[in-house]
């Protein structure tokens, strides 16, 4: 049990051990929830890039805070109901109840930590605290991510009982580091979740099916080299898990966006506060208005209009928040503008456009097809 395990280790060591899709995997799925913001959310596109920037946070807490770790998974499969029956207990207090604290905590309390977290959230939208709402945005989106690792929700974690030892690392940081570019997502339609509790057991039980998969691309890449440490193993590793791998990133994505969504919905879909510490944005100003044609293979037309005299930045990010292009960079004086782009050796793929004033920002995703 992880946390037995944690009482031998070092809390620094474990750290990295429970790391769950590492700081790289965990930056991605919270980035790229905001593809699956509608009109309706675009209030949340500020949030962007902080999300991802906080999305490891709750796993830097394991070193300071010894009750940070249970949160991170569950061994679901050391209780005995689920095995007969493939549910637990929907409640903390009710599994409790049945087996007692220590056992409890000891196997992890990852779905009931996420069911937390997002109560907070909706805490924070309905006394309209928008900065603390972020962060416990950028941490359920780290155990919704937990959630979608399937080696998070086993006793079997890092593979002692199968001969597949090491493989949790070598799963979800070693070749996510690797083969991120190869996890495209282009967002997907919102909806709002009625019975919160029900949908993350649901996508808690889903993933469960993935441990075996997970446990025999390791030991198939193994018998293609018995060097973990490999070329050979990492690519035989990938090709075997790449598919239901990338379904899980993207799936853990858009289960945060609809969180998020109906979070805010519950606290009655408040408008957005005043200035964050974390953008120092007030109002919406300059404007983004239309990118057409999105998606496009060739060259787009960007429309933006600026109310008065301002000085702003307009540029092309990737997914991983590297800037590709700068098409506006300084003094503008008060209009509306349309300017063209087109591309310059860039792949396929999802792109962000960004206008930021310093007051205001705004980002809309873009989809090229060369």
Known sequence: MKKQFLLIGSLISLSFVLMSWGS????????????????????????????ADHASDADYRKNTDPNESPRHFIDID???????????ASTLDSLVFIHGSNYVYNHGILPYATRTTYDSLRNCFQRGD??????????????????????HITANYNGYSTGNDGIHSRYESTMISANIAQILYTGDTVQFITDVNKYIFNYIYYNYTYVDSVLLADTYAQSVSSNTSSSQYKLALWNRTRLFTVMLFKNASHSLAELIYTAWVNAGSPA?????????FVTVSPILKQVSPNPFSSGTQIQYTVPENAIISLKISDVNGKIISTLKNGFVPKGDYTLEWTPQNIKSGVYYLILNSGKTQQTRKIVYNK
């Open 78 to 88: 050391d209780y005995p109901e689920f095995i007969s029956s493939g549910r637990i």
């Open 24 to 51: 790289v995997g965990h930056f991605k799925i919270n980035h790229d929830c905001s593809l699956s913001f509608d009109p309706q959310m675009s209030i949340f596109h500020v949030w962007t890039t902080p999300l």
């Open 130 to 151: 928008w900065d603390k709402a972020m962060l416990f945005a950028s941490d359920l989106g780290h155990y919704v991510g937990d959630g979608h690792m399937p080696l």
């Open 272 to 280: 957005y506060g005043q200035a964050s510490v974390f953008n120092n």
